[in-house]
């Protein structure tokens, strides 16, 4: 099993930034290797993919955006802390959104469903 717990969460106003922390635990996580990654869900909406990093090999690891966050959004992860951040700048109305991190996947990394552990979300709220 695998724990992950979202922070930094907020109200900001459009152009403002948040930075999102996801900090992971479990005896089958693995610090390095663990693929993990974030998406969110706005008012009405499905649950989207935003940004993922996956390991590659060695230190190194890809990252991947949707399109509407490329530019403004930045994932990272810091093995020594188990955590993932999301790094989010010129924040708009529309990525109000509770934010979900996840870890673990099958197959294609941007559907949700391929995802199997899920912390409880984080609301991120853009004030226009």
């Known amino acids: 099993q695998v724990q992950l717990v979202e922070s930094g969460g907020g109200l900001v106003q459009a152009g403002g930034s948040l930075r999102l922390s996801c900090a992971a635990s479990?005896?089958?996580?693995?610090?390095?290797?663990?693929?993990m990654a974030w998406f969110r869900q706005g008012p009405g909406k499905e649950r989207e993919f935003v940004s993922a990093?996956?390991?590659?090999?060695?230190?190194?690891?890809?990252?991947y955006y949707t399109d509407s966050v490329k530019g403004r959004f930045t994932i990272s992860r810091d093995n020594a802390k188990n955590t993932v951040y999301l790094e989010m700048n010129s924040l708009q109305p529309g990525d109000t959104a509770v934010y979900y991190c996840?870890?673990?996947?099958?197959?294609?990394?941007?559907?949700?469903?391929?995802?199997?552990?899920w912390g409880q979300g984080t609301q991120v709220t853009v004030s226009s």
């Open positions: 990093v996956i390991w590659s090999g060695g230190n190194t690891y890809n990252t």
């Open positions: 479990g005896r089958t996580f693995s610090s390095n290797t663990s693929p």
């Open positions: 996840t870890a673990r996947y099958r197959s294609d990394i941007f559907k949700a469903d391929n995802w199997v552990f």
